[in-house]
């Protein structure tokens, strides 16, 4: 691994930054639990775990089918996902609304929400002609696990987890 330019103890814009300077292993896990112990046996012996990282290495996808995908289900799903879009819509423009039409327009934007919703997921079943007929969820994983800590914690870190 080469050199990466922010410290670990450094912040970035959303938290702390996700980079070690010098990275060095302390070991490959098949699972994530057992990186997950070994982090925890350092923090337990007082090892600043600040400067350690557990990386997830040789991913996978994995797509589960869940069912038919049929002309029915692709209009139900687009006009469920429309009222959901028109009610928070129709709730933004109530707040400007008179009181006594808030409920109205709130109603009438999750009406033409679930209408418009309806007719873009027919539009777009359409297009796909039968390619993908099914429903799916999809994930990313990691099949091992590697523990790195900055390159001078390095051998404090392997003398602790020697210790296990």
Known sequence: MGRVSQPASRRGPFGPSLTLDYPMSLGVFDRYEDAQAAVDHLSDRQFPVEHCLIVGTELKALERVTGRLTTG??????????????????????????????????????????FFGL?????GYAFTRGRRDFTSVRQVVATRFEVLTEHKYAEQARELLDQR
């Open 119 to 123: 007719v873009w997921a027919l539009i």
């Open 73 to 114: 289900r692709a209009a139900l799903g687009g006009a469920l996902s429309g009222v959901w879009l028109g009610l928070f819509v129709g709730l933004v423009f109530a707040l400007f609304a008179r009181p006594s039409d808030a409920l109205m327009t709130v109603l009438w934007s999750s009406l033409f929400g679930a």
